[in-house]
C-alpha cells in the first residue's frame, strides 16, 4: 500500500475508528468506568457530562453498555468470518484440486448455499444449533460459506496451471505437498481480502440476529440487543436508539472502507 | 439459447431445487431431535411416552425417515407445506394468509428501491457538485441496520412530526414506513451496479458517436446511456430477492406487520422447523426460479447475448 492512501482524509477517520472499536473490545474499562450491568442513576436520563449515551430503562449507562458490547460485536464477527474463510476454503481446496464428480458434488452444495435467502440461513442454523453468542455467530459464518468456496476453488484451479506447480510436481513433490506448499499458500491472498470484506456485514447481520433475540441473552451488552431493549421507549428518549445505531454504523462503515481499498489493492 | 441448452438450464434449476429441499429435510426435519420431540418431550407438559408416540403418529413421525421424505417431497410439489408443530395448522394456509401483506411490502419497497437508485444514478451523472456525495451514498446505506432505519423512522415521522398516526392507520398508511425501511438495504446494490455500468456505457465508441452528431446530454444519457446500462442491473436480481426477504423478515418484526417474516421469527421463537423448512424451501425455489428468468430472458432482452451465442 503506499502513503498517498494513507493520507486520504476517509482512510486515516475509518482507521482511528476502527483502531478505537479494537480498543474497546479489548479493554472497555479504557474508555468509562460506569458499569454497564446495573444501573448507577436515575432511568432514562437524556445524555450529559456524566453520562455520554444517557441511561436506560433500568438507569444503566448507556454509552458504557454500547463500549462493553463492542467486544460481542467485533469477536462475534471475527468468528463468523473465520467460519466462513475456514470451511469455504477447504471445500473450494478440495474441489478445485481434485474436480471430477467430488468438484461437481461440493459445487451443487454451493449452489444450495446461494439458493437460501442468506437470513434465512441463519435461523435455519439457529433453530439447530439454539440461541446464543457463539451460535449466531456460526449462523453469520455460515451465509459466507459459499462465497469463499467459490473463490477459493477458481483461485486453486488458476494458480494449479502454473508453471512453478508442474515444476513442484516434477521435483518430486507429494500431491498434498504441492497443495499445501504452493497452490494454497498462491490462492490465499483474494480469499484474506474477502474476509476483510465480509467483517463488516458481518457485524450488521449479528447486530440483526441481537436484535431479533437470537443472540447474547439479556442483561449482557449486545449492539442489536441494545436497540431491541430501546423500542418501548422511542416516543420519548431519542438518545436509546440514535446513539448505538450511529456508533454501528461508524464501525461497520470504517470496516467496508478500509476492507474495499484492502481489496482493491489485492487484485 | 438451443432448445438443448435451455433443457439443460432448466434441469440444472431442478437439480438444485431437488438438492436445497433435501438438505433443507435432512437439517430441519431428520435431525437431531425432531421438532414434535422438542415440543412435547418437556417435562412440564407431563406428557407420557405413549402421548408422544401418539402425535409422533399423527405428524407421521413415527415411520421410517426415507418414508417421511418422500411424503413430505409429495407434498411440497402438490403445495401441502405440512403442518405446524406450534399450532397444527396448515402450513400452506398459513402461508397463504400471511402472504399478501409481505407481498405488498416487498412490491412497495422494490419499487421505491427503483426510484432512489435511478435519482442516485442520475444525479451522479448530472451534477458535479453532488457527484461525490451521490456516489457516497450507496456505501452509507449498506453499513445502515435495517432495523434501526426502521425505528428511526417511526420516531422522526410517526412521534416527531405526527405524519403517520402509530395507532389506527389505514392500511395504505401503515405500509409507508416499512416499505421505506426495506426499500434502502434493496436500493444501495442496485445504485451500485447502476452506477457503475452508467460508467461502462459512457465509454462506448457509440456514445461518442452520438455525441459528435450532436445530441443533448439528457437525450444521450435517457436515450442511449440509460437503455444500455439497466440491462446488467437484471443480473443481481437474485440477490435483490434474497435481500427482500431478509428484509421483510426483519421490518415485519420491528414494525409488528403481520406476514412471512413475522410468521418467520415466531417459527424460530418457538422451534417450529417445520414453518421455517417450508419458508426455507418457497424462498429458494422463487430464488433459483428468478434466476432461471433472468437467465432466459438476458438473450430476448440483449440482441448482442443472442448473437454471441449463435456464433
Redesign the interface.
Known amino acids: 500500500m503506499n502513503t498517498a492512501t494513507f493520507k486520504k482524509p476517509s482512510v486515516i477517520l475509518a482507521s482511528i475508528i476502527l483502531i478505537l472499536a479494537v480498543l474497546a473490545a479489548l479493554v472497555p474499562g479504557l474508555f468509562t468506568s460506569h458499569n454497564p450491568l446495573s444501573g448507577t442513576s436515575g432511568a432514562l436520563l437524556s445524555p450529559s457530562l456524566e453520562h455520554w449515551f444517557g441511561t436506560d430503562s433500568v438507569g444503566r449507562d448507556l454509552y458504557s453498555r454500547v463500549i462493553y458490547g463492542t467486544r460481542q460485536s467485533l469477536l462475534g464477527a471475527l468468528v463468523a468470518v473465520l467460519v466462513g474463510l475456514v470451511v469455504g476454503t477447504i471445500l473450494g481446496l478440495i474441489a478445485g484440486a481434485q474436480g471430477g464428480w467430488l468438484d461437481a458434488l461440493l459445487m451443487r452444495i454451493v449452489d444450495v448455499l446461494l439458493s437460501i435467502p442468506s437470513l434465512l440461513l441463519s435461523l435455519s442454523v439457529i433453530i439447530l444449533l439454539g440461541y446464543g453468542t457463539v451460535n449466531a455467530a456460526i449462523a453469520v459464518g455460515i451465509t459466507s460459506v459459499a462465497t469463499f468456496a467459490r473463490l477459493a476453488r477458481s483461485q486453486v484451479i488458476s494458480v494449479s496451471s502454473l508453471d512453478f506447480v508442474e515444476a513442484a510436481y516434477g521435483s518430486g513433490a507429494s500431491r498434498f505437498q504441492v497443495l499445501t506448499r504452493h497452490i494454497l499458500p498462491n490462492s490465499l491472498t483474494p480469499v484474506i481480502a474477502l474476509a476483510a470484506v465480509q467483517f463488516g456485514s458481518a457485524i450488521l447481520q449479528l447486530s440483526v440476529l441481537g436484535f431479533l433475540g437470537y443472540g447474547a441473552p439479556a442483561p449482557t451488552p449486545e449492539w442489536g440487543l441494545i436497540i431491541a431493549d430501546a423500542r418501548d421507549y422511542i416516543a420519548t428518549s431519542w438518545w436509546l436508539t440514535v446513539l448505538p445505531g450511529a456508533v454501528i454504523i461508524a464501525v461497520v462503515m470504517s470496516a467496508n472502507h478500509l476492507s474495499h481499498i484492502v481489496q482493491k489493492k489485492a487484485r | 439459447m438451443t432448445a438443448r441448452q435451455l433443457w439443460l438450464r432448466i434441469g440444472q434449476a431442478l ?3 431437488l ?2 429441499y433435501t ?2 429435510f435432512i ?2 426435519s431428520a ?2 431431535s425432531d421438532a414434535i420431540m422438542a415440543r412435547y418431550a418437556s417435562p412440564d407438559l407431563g406428557l407420557s411416552s405413549d402421548e408422544i408416540n401418539a402425535i409422533r403418529a399423527e405428524y407421521g413421525a413415527d415411520k421410517p425417515l426415507i418414508v417421511q421424505y418422500f411424503t413430505s417431497l409429495f407434498g411440497f410439489l402438490t403445495g401441502n407445506f405440512g403442518y405446524s408443530v406450534q399450532t397444527g395448522a396448515s402450513i400452506a394456509s398459513m402461508v397463504a394468509e400471511a402472504l399478501p401483506g409481505t407481498l405488498a411490502l416487498a412490491i412497495s419497497a422494490f419499487v421505491l428501491a427503483c426510484i432512489w437508485a435511478l435519482l442516485i444514478a442520475v444525479a451522479a451523472s448530472f451534477s458535479r457538485g453532488l457527484r461525490g456525495f451521490v456516489l457516497g451514498l450507496p ?2 446505506m ?7 432505519i426502521g ?2 423512522l ?2 422522526l415521522v410517526s ?1 416527531k412530526l405526527g405524519w403517520v398516526p402509530v395507532i389506527g392507520a389505514s392500511p395504505v398508511q401503515s405500509l409507508i414506513l416499512p416499505a421505506l425501511t426495506l426499500s434502502i438495504p434493496i436500493a444501495a446494490p442496485l445504485a451500485q451496479v447502476l452506477v457503475r455500468s452508467i460508467e461502462d456505457v459512457e465509454r462506448q465508441p457509440f456514445i461518442s458517436v452520438v455525441k459528435a452528431r450532436g445530441a443533448s446530454r439528457s437525450r444521450i444519457f435517457f436515450g442511449n446511456v440509460l437503455r444500455n446500462a439497466i440491462l446488467p442491473a437484471l443480473t443481481i436480481a437474485g440477490v435483490l ?3 427482500l ?2 428484509g421483510a ?2 421490518t415485519e ?2 414494525f409488528g406487520r403481520a406476514g412471512i417474516g413475522q410468521m ?2 415466531n ?3 418457538n ?1 417450529d ?1 417445520p414453518v ?1 423448512m417450508a ?2 424451501v418457497i ?2 425455489t422463487l ?2 426460479l428468478i434466476n432461471l428468468l433472468v437467465d432466459l430472458l438476458h438473450p430476448v432482452l440483449d440482441p448482442r447475448v443472442r448473437r454471441k451465442e449463435r456464433a
Open positions: 437439480l438444485v431445487l438438492a436445497t438438505l433443507a437439517l430441519l435431525l437431531p456505501s452509507l449498506v453499513s445502515l441496520p435495517s432495523f434501526w425505528i428511526i417511526i420516531q412521534f430477492f434474497g435481500e426477504v431478509g423478515v426483519v418484526a420491528v418467520t421469527v417459527a424460530v421463537a422451534r422447523t421455517l419458508v426455507v424462498a429458494a430464488y433459483v
